[in-house]
């Protein structure tokens, strides 16, 4: 009995190892940070990230820039300048009726929210209009934000074909098939 | 009327007229657009449609031009040492360590205007007789404003600075001159153990510290009572007046200042000691130190003193919003909702000197006519969220010293006192800000002065007048001023001004009878203004 559980955990195991690949690759035609993310798989959901995630507002600025979560993820918002901020997004992917106003909170203190949608969340604060910050809400929980050069890595992701979004701020958004078998190169130029 | 004193109208007159052409321009209005290079933030952090201050930008001024907390976390350039802050240790016998911006902190502004006036504007031609060629006010008319620069901050241990100067006004370049211009030394309580920020010191050429400022007005005409001289001239109308006070609220003044307290919430006082500048002239050649590079414009060893001071209650429940600089809304800070009543009182002493006789009524001699005037006021300023209302009342009261002539004397040998040439008024205005980009404004003004009706009325034959097509139709002048303003954006405005203005009349001069009745010349303004 000892030895079929062993095979079993073995085979499980292996069959893992052999059907989850990476995705990598560049994104060029910007220059600056980007995203790179699986589109929703028809069918299939994914359990909402315990962990929370921190966006901080410091020196009149969000930090970082830009954040990539999966969907369902909490991001906490903290204001860690001795002015007073606000936190609020006039929609998410352009849909206005997901905008949303976190209101008002000082220094040291911060505020969450649960994004259960996902898209392009634009964030700004009526106080600083000069401020900007993006929280990129993945579908799926394969996704990455590339290095400055462009090139990004998103492991794991199960054998399958996908759609894959490249987005950079202020470029159109990129969508490509792509078959994912094993290690696979995926790479997106972007216009603005 | 004899020839010095026409001699004393006309040049009276005169200095009126150039006054109300000047006068007709926009004021100055500075929003610093070196902050934002500075900070990395918009202009709108400190105005609400500048160079309206909201309550943030008042905290920032109030704190030496610098965020009234960890200024250095918000400085996207760094500042440079001008020595290691660790020197500070060796002083006295060391330079004692200071900063200066890392980036020059300058701007610059330009606006340019357009105006229609309405169709009684060339009444005051009825005067002139038949034939003459007179002046002519166009029915529309563009014109250029100023451009300025203005350069401000701080130099890291609670010294400011503000300067800011008129390169050209209405296109010419020589009319440009100094606003202000002066250092700030910030929170000098803290030396003294007083209450922080208790007690500071600016010294230089500054605007007074008026309740709301006509130097940075966001308005495109100013409040017409900070710009009220008070000039009363001797026409042989009752009453007399001998009064040539050229100063208005609105002047900068040259002395030092204390202040204290803030803007933003609670008191706030300031005591200014300053040249009195009513009747002013440059000595020529300069004969005092320092040689030859700035001569003396007041004629008088006499200060003038301004005092004001005011209180401002921020009417928000909880606690902890109401001592912050800004209030906690549900969608974000913002202005607190506030009452502030303030006070103001202005001293000073004008000297008018005069050539007279001794009492034995030939030798020629000086006589000096100084006369005491005060200025006395107070103020109103309600906020509710993005709703501001606000009003000034102001008493003006000289002392009139009459010129008299003793029997038989080559000429005036004296003075008397007579009825006090006063001046009272105010404005009340609001301004609405309905969209974050979008201002509307009304605003009522109102000035009644017992020498304004006087001094455009001449009805000597012997004397023509000078021309009288602005001489109010009564001693009291109102005026209602509509206008909204947009901000294009952060740093570009369009303001639209419609001036209702005060009723006028021409008058004959051989008689001093009404040639026309009271009629008014109203005026569109349209104004474009940016800073960078």
Redesign the interface.
Known sequence: MKKIALVTIFMTALATVAFAGTIHGKVSGVSGESVVYVEGVAGKTFPAPTQHITVDQKGLMFVPHITAVAQGTTVEFLNSDSVAHNVFWPSISGNKKLGHNLGTWPQGQRKSFKFDDPGIVPLLCNVHPEMSGYVIVSPTPYFAVTDKSGDFKIDNVPDGAYTVTAWHEGAKNKSNPVKVAGDTTADFTLSK | MNGKSFSFVFAAVLAILCALVVLSLPPSADAIPAFSRR????C??CHSDFPKLND?GKAFKDAGFK????DE??L?TPPVLLGAPAQAELWPHTVYPGSIPGLLPIGLRYNTYFQQVSANRNNFNLALPAGTVGNFIPKSDFEPGYFSIFTAGNFGTGISWWVDDDISVAGANVNGALGDGYLKFNDLSRFLKLPKDSLNLRAGQFELDLPFSQARTWNLSGWDIFSQANIGVQNGLAPAQNVNNGLALEDAANGVEFSGGHAYQGYHYSVAVFDQNTTGVFSNPPNVAPQNAIAYSSDSNFKDLYGRFVYRFNLEKDP?SRN???A??????RDHTYLALGTFYFYGRTVQPFSGVLSDGVTPTVLTAREPFYRIGGDVNFNYRTFNVFGVYVAAHDHNLLPVTASGAAGITGFTPSAAATFSGGFAEADYLALPWAMTIMRWDQVKSTADRVNFIEYDPSAPPPSSFFSPYSATRNRFTPGEQFLIH?NIKASIEYQIRPQQIVYNPATGLPLTGPFRTNALIVGLEFVY
């Not at chain 2, 900070?39 to 918009?42: A, F, I, L, V």
């Not at chain 2, 965020?67 to 960890?70: E, G, I, R, V, Y």
């Not at chain 2, 906690?328 to 800070?333: D, F, K, Q, S, V």
């Open positions: 900070y990395g933030t918009s709108t952090t943030f965020f009234p907390k960890d976390s918000f996207k902890a912050e600089v800004q906690a809304g549900t969608t974000g800070p952060a």
